[in-house]
């Protein structure tokens, strides 16, 4: 079981070096559908979808065969972005659904994640009956399941993204490059958005299994940044590999993180909606986006880190509008989950609404400079109760005074403590993080 965990995106294997083997996934397979039938309300389908990456196909057949074996039917939907599959399980009723991605990772990782019949995520309780169910012997159900491929699942969901739109609404006259990162959007963001009327000018939509993520889409859009320029586009749009995150690039080149985005959208339903509710982001995303949505009147709460804590806190307070500075939106009055097209099909309504340029519309909210310094763990300490780190994160608020904040976070992936800082002025910002950011080490050494 080493690599592979529950977690906010799954349970997730390094292919390449600690892979996750097919016996595991036939498994996993079997006991999902062991725990997912005791729950079957009138179906027993449960859906399967992944990414481009090698290696989905394979565990897809061993996915397939487990729910098979106990004794559930599997609808096969081919590549399908995440939120696709979220959408489809809705849909057609389906038990569950099941995403094969790593998201933004390379080719060499891969993982699943689940979500419910609502097309939410399932709840801890279900991953922890089904980590339990992992450890008991396979047993063959008496009556087997049967599979079949969904061949108009990506027309479904092209049709559902084009719909979220109000009527009438129309891209005409704009260009876009859009960066598809080799990934699940590849044979779908582009018909989507020129069948709305854009100019597109498709990028890295070749995917052959091992490019998924290389060199490109939303955490690495340099490429796209200089094609938005050479061709003289109005904007570009990039997603991650299993679409569930987008960032933009403007008409100059710069690239529009989530949480300019986000602001875009809260903006737009504050002036032409009848009021934003408020946003939910997280512990990362930056001060000035803060500020901006209070010059807005748009209330703003932070979460933990992660897509899940995020969609908790909305449903707490009853907003509708959420994400993460790396571009996983959540919209939940369009769609259960965060989806990148849908994203920025709401960010084009915003664009197109004010009749402005992507560069001027995002000036209303001003970036603060910030600077990240991962800091080694030799040992766990509690920060919260070290009183000379303690200390050290005072003296630095102080010195900011009320212009920015300080931020520590232990990783949940590496064995680091991130310490950040953001303020009006970027060289302070950067000595004010070496500094803290010694201090903590000098705790965790």
């Not at 079949?148 to 891209?171: H, Q, V």
Request: a negative charge; proline letters at 4%.
């Amino acid at each position: 079981m080493s690599r592979k965990y529950f977690g906010t995106d799954g349970i997730r294997g390094l292919v390449g070096e600690a892979p996750i083997t097919p016996d595991f996934m036939l498994k996993l397979g079997w006991a999902a559908g062991r725990v997912l039938m005791d729950r079957f309300d009138g179906s027993n389908m449960i859906l399967i979808g992944k990414d481009t990456r090698i290696s989905g196909y394979m565990f897809e057949s061993a996915l397939q065969a487990g729910l098979i074996n106990a004794g559930v039917d599997v609808g096969l939907l081919g590549p399908m972005p995440t939120p696709g599959v979220a959408y489809l399980t809705r849909t057609f009723q389906a038990q569950a659904g099941i995403v094969i991605s790593a998201s933004h990772n390379s080719y060499v990782d891969n993982g699943i994640k689940f979500f419910g019949g609502n097309g939410t995520k399932l709840p801890d309780e279900l991953e922890l009956l089904i980590e339990e169910e992992l450890g008991r012997p396979m047993i063959t159900a008496e009556k087997l399941g049967k599979a079949r491929r969904i061949g108009d699942a990506s027309g479904r969901y092209i049709e559902f993204c084009k719909g979220t739109m109000p009527w009438g609404f129309n891209l005409k006259g704009l260009q876009i490059v859009l960066d598809c990162a080799h990934g699940a959007t590849y044979n779908i963001a582009p018909d989507v958005f020129s069948e709305l009327g854009a100019k597109i000018i498709p990028m890295f939509v070749e995917p052959n299994g091992t490019n998924i993520n290389r060199s490109c889409g939303s955490t690495k859009p340099e490429a796209l940044q200089e094609k938005v320029v050479e061709v003289g586009a109005d904007l570009g749009i990039a997603f991650d590999g299993d679409g569930d995150r987008v960032v933009f690039v403007d008409h100059k080149g710069e690239l529009v993180d989530g949480d300019e985005l986000l602001y875009i959208i809260a903006k737009y339903q504050q002036e032409y909606t009848g009021g934003c509710d408020g946003v939910v982001g997280t512990l990362m995303s930056n001060f000035g986006f803060e500020l901006g949505l209070k010059k807005l009147g748009v209330p703003f709460a932070r979460a933990k880190v992660g897509d899940r804590y995020v969609i908790e806190m909305m449903r707490q307070n009853g907003w509708r509008l959420g994400g993460e500075n790396s571009g996983h939106i959540v919209c939940s009055n369009v769609t259960t989950t965060g989806d990148g097209i849908i994203s920025a099909l709401q960010v084009l309504l915003a664009v197109t609404t004010f009749g402005e340029s992507l560069n001027r519309i995002k000036k209303g909210m001003n970036k603060l400079p910030q600077t990240m310094i991962n800091v080694h763990m030799a040992k766990r300490v509690d920060l919260a109760t070290d009183e000379a780190v303690q200390s050290a994160v005072r003296a630095t608020e102080a010195k900011l005074a009320g212009t920015g904040r300080v931020l520590l976070r232990p990783s949940g992936t590496e064995p680091v403590v991130r310490v950040m800082v953001e303020g009006e002025d970027k060289k302070q910002v950067k000595e004010l993080a070496q500094e803290l950011a010694w201090t903590v080490e000098q705790a965790l050494c």
